[in-house]
């Protein structure tokens, strides 16, 4: 069975840091990606990691994705927080191997986990 379970979220002030993880289980993933959904916006890219790593620009400098060796854990660092990267984080994985521009898109994923929360006051 696979699970896809997400931890570290909650709130910081504008500036601060949070660390997302997300724990993967049932199978081994090539492709592992971050999305976000805002309150009344659609869900976004944030970031993927395959063989190397892509981020939307939004968080380009400021986020490093990050997995451990046995692809098992997905990580997320998340620093110099706005207000902006308020939303619910969703981590995403597919056994496929996806290059260009794919892992950008949700529809590249077969896999979510059930979102964390991070909220950044101003």
């Known amino acids: 069975q696979v699970q896809l379970v997400e931890s570290g979220g909650g709130s910081v002030q504008a500036g601060g840091s949070l660390r997302l993880s997300c724990a993967a289980s049932g199978r081994t993933f090539t492709t592992m990606g971050w999305f976000r959904q805002a309150p009344g916006k659609e869900r976004e890219f944030v970031a993927a990691?395959?063989?190397?790593?892509l981020y939307a620009d939004s968080v380009k400098g400021r986020f490093t994705i990050s997995r451990d060796n046995a692809k098992t854990t997905l990580y997320l660092q998340m620093n110099s927080l706005k207000p902006e990267d308020t939303a619910v984080y969703f981590c995403?994985?597919?056994?496929?191997?996806?290059?260009?521009?794919?892992?950008?898109?949700?529809?590249?994923?077969?896999?979510w986990g059930q979102g964390t929360q991070v909220t950044v006051s101003s």
């Open positions: 990691i395959i063989s190397s790593t």
């Open positions: 995403a994985a597919d056994v496929r191997y996806w290059d260009s521009t794919y892992p950008m898109r949700a529809s590249s994923y077969s896999h």
